[in-house]
């Protein structure tokens, strides 16, 4: 078993940035496979990043290029740098994990594909 806590969520202008980060409580998440999703109100549960076995990173098109997903090993924990935010990134922000190795980047993998799930936190940001 894995349980996942997400910090870092709170509300931001336009342009802002913030970094979540997801707290894992087994002893190593360093070879998991991991990822990032949202949920906007009224709308499905959507991939934003993944991280695969060794460390290599995928996107969803609409934050490539302002998302950075990242890990450290010692703390066991993952991270979503959010830069150049935009309103339509408001969402609840969920990690997860899979106990399962992953190489097949830069492939991003939907939620069926995940066993463990963190609460959530919400990101809200004004224009």
């Known amino acids: 078993q894995v349980q996942l806590v997400e910090s870092g969520g709170g509300s931001v202008q336009t342009g802002g940035s913030l970094r979540l980060s997801c707290a894992a409580s087994?002893?190593?998440?360093?070879?998991?496979?991991m990822g990032w999703f949202r949920q906007a109100p009224g709308k499905e549960r959507e991939a934003v990043a993944g991280?695969?076995?060794?460390?290599?990173?995928t996107y969803a098109d609409s934050v490539d290029g302002r998302f950075t997903i990242s890990r450290t090993n010692a703390d066991n924990r993952l991270y979503l740098q959010m830069n150049s935010l935009k309103p339509a990134d408001t969402a609840v922000y969920y990690c997860?994990?899979?106990?399962?190795?992953?190489?097949?980047?830069?492939?991003?993998?939907?939620?069926?594909?995940?066993?463990?799930w963190g609460q959530g936190t919400q990101v809200t940001v004004s224009s």
């Open positions: 991280i695969f076995s060794d460390d290599r990173t």
């Open positions: 997860a994990a899979r106990d399962l190795y992953c190489y097949d980047w830069p492939r991003l993998r939907g939620e069926n594909e995940y066993n463990y």
């Open positions: 087994r002893k190593s998440i360093s070879r998991y496979c």
